[in-house]
């Protein structure tokens, strides 16, 4: 292919590529339509590849804001390190729907006013996908609220496929929950789901904790209430382990610590609040399970803030925190904390309730 003229000479096709690569989504969607080279280089599949994994690098966090009525209202709104606050929508799916998990640009969404129906959706790209559903007898229900603890939809940039994961506890209708944890795994290439059921006592899960969902390594892992262990889902294997903790972190009930399970450049992550300090470990050999201390923050200018705030997400020197009505970021290498969003209405629920990771992709779900 011909190298592009310019009036300061010529461009080659890997030039073009990396900076097409550094485009935000809608900039770059434009771009295709300056000339049929662009065209087809920001249309190929190596491209899609060579993109995915630069904007991933910049994590975000996306917030649902939600009002806090009988016919609730929401709004997304996506913080971003680099370029500000903006607002979009998943009116393209034509469902009222909820956030459930979120990896490398693709939500899980389900169906607010039917439940059991599940979306997968990209909201850059503004594609979706209607999944199939679960083979459920309609006696079955999950265990307690009807729906799937704990969600996941690990994402394969690479092979550009991905999964959902739908784990719980069931009970039959008019009787206890049985203990054991029911887990449908859809695939995205066979387009069909797989079941299997395996003997778990009830690890028990926040609502922070079901949202914190990290996928690296080929498992989903979440962390648990009691904070003595990460609960994970080997997706090759379909089998369910755990992740200690160290003591070195002083977790468990009683320490008044607070942990949160995020990612940091494809690693897991785990941040430390107590009253006056953040901790940000990471376990930087997953086979024999090294955690490192990388990071000791004070939070003596933030500590009005501090029993409420909760971290969402983090790149590779800056992390995200949500409050009731605000989300702060902090930048690591020079110390400074900075409000990135905020919301005026009293009536809106906490932002940290529905605030998740996401990263930028243009990874079709189709």
Same mark, same amino acid.
């Given at each position: 292919?011909?190298?592009?003229?310019?009036?300061?000479?010529?461009?080659? %096709?890997? +030039?073009i590529l990396?900076i097409?690569? =550094?485009?935000p989504?809608?900039? &770059?969607?434009?771009t295709k339509c *300056?000339?049929?080279l662009?065209?087809?280089?920001?249309?190929?599949?190596?491209f899609?590849?060579?993109?995915?994994?630069?904007?991933?690098?910049?994590v975000?966090?996306?917030?649902?804001?939600t009002?806090s009525?009988?016919?609730?209202?929401?709004?997304?709104?996506?913080?971003?390190?680099?370029?500000?606050v903006?607002?979009?929508?998943? %009116?393209? +799916?034509k469902?009222?729907?909820?956030? =459930?998990?979120?990896?490398n640009? &693709?939500?899980?969404?389900?169906? *607010?006013?039917?439940?059991?129906?599940?979306?997968?959706?990209?909201?850059m790209?503004?594609?979706?996908?209607?999944?199939?559903?679960?083979?459920?007898?309609?006696?079955?229900?999950?265990?307690?609220?009807?729906?799937?603890t704990?969600?996941?939809?690990?994402?394969?940039?690479?092979?550009?496929?991905?999964?959902?994961?739908?784990?719980?506890?069931?009970?039959m209708?008019?009787?206890?929950?049985?203990g054991?944890?029911?887990?449908s795994?859809?695939?995205?290439?066979?387009?069909?789901?797989?079941?299997?059921?395996?003997d778990?006592?009830?690890h028990?899960f926040?609502?922070?904790?079901?949202?914190?969902?990290?996928?690296?390594?080929?498992?989903?892992?979440?962390?648990?209430?009691?904070?003595?262990?990460?609960?994970?889902?080997?997706?090759?294997?379909?089998?369910?382990?755990?992740?200690?903790?160290?003591?070195?972190?002083?977790?468990?009930n009683?320490?008044?610590?607070r942990?949160?399970?995020?990612?940091l450049?494809?690693?897991?992550?785990?941040?430390?609040i107590?009253?006056?300090?953040?901790?940000?470990?990471?376990l930087?050999?997953?086979e024999n399970?090294?955690?490192?201390?990388?990071?000791r923050?004070?939070?003596?200018?933030?500590r009005?803030?501090?029993?409420?705030?909760?971290?969402?997400?983090?790149?590779?020197?800056?992390?995200?925190?949500?409050s009731?009505?605000?989300?702060?970021?902090?930048?690591?290498?020079t110390?400074?904390?900075?409000?990135?969003?905020?919301?005026k209405?009293?009536?809106t629920m906490?932002?940290?309730?529905?605030?998740?990771p996401?990263?930028?992709?243009?990874?079709?779900?189709r």
């Amino acid at each position: 292919m011909d190298p592009v003229q310019t009036n300061f000479g010529y461009f080659a %096709d890997e +030039i073009i590529l990396e900076i097409l690569a =550094r485009l935000p989504i809608k900039s &770059l969607f434009r771009t295709k339509c *300056v000339c049929k080279l662009w065209y087809k280089l920001a249309s190929h599949k190596s491209f899609t590849q060579i993109y995915n994994e630069s904007s991933v690098k910049n994590v975000m966090v996306l917030v649902e804001v939600t009002e806090s009525s009988i016919e609730s209202t929401s709004s997304l709104i996506l913080v971003d390190n680099k370029r500000g606050v903006s607002e979009f929508s998943l %009116d393209f +799916i034509k469902d009222r729907v909820k956030i =459930r998990a979120s990896c490398n640009g &693709l939500l899980c969404c389900s169906s *607010v006013p039917d439940k059991g129906v599940y979306y997968v959706c990209n909201p850059m790209t503004r594609e979706f996908k209607l999944l199939p559903r679960v083979r459920e007898r309609p006696i079955t229900r999950f265990y307690p609220d009807g729906e799937a603890t704990l969600v996941g939809v690990p994402c394969d940039l690479l092979n550009n496929r991905y999964s959902v994961v739908l784990a719980g506890y069931h009970r039959m209708f008019g009787h206890r929950p049985e203990g054991k944890l029911i887990c449908s795994v859809y695939d995205s290439e066979s387009n069909k789901w797989r079941k299997y059921v395996s003997d778990q006592d009830d690890h028990g899960f926040t609502r922070m904790n079901r949202n914190q969902v990290v996928f690296v390594k080929g498992s989903l892992h979440w962390m648990t209430q009691t904070f003595a262990y990460i609960l994970v889902l080997d997706l090759n294997f379909d089998v369910w382990r755990r992740i200690l903790l160290p003591d070195e972190m002083g977790c468990g009930n009683g320490s008044g610590n607070r942990v949160y399970l995020l990612e940091l450049d494809g690693k897991l992550s785990v941040i430390q609040i107590s009253s006056v300090w953040m901790n940000i470990w990471v376990l930087q050999d997953y086979e024999n399970r090294h955690w490192d201390l990388i990071d000791r923050v004070s939070l003596r200018c933030i500590r009005g803030m501090v029993p409420g705030i909760f971290p969402i997400s983090q790149g590779g020197d800056y992390v995200f925190l949500a409050s009731h009505k605000q989300v702060l970021v902090y930048q690591r290498k020079t110390k400074i904390w900075k409000e990135m969003y905020s919301v005026k209405n009293n009536s809106t629920m906490p932002l940290w309730f529905s605030a998740h990771p996401f990263g930028g992709t243009i990874l079709p779900c189709r």
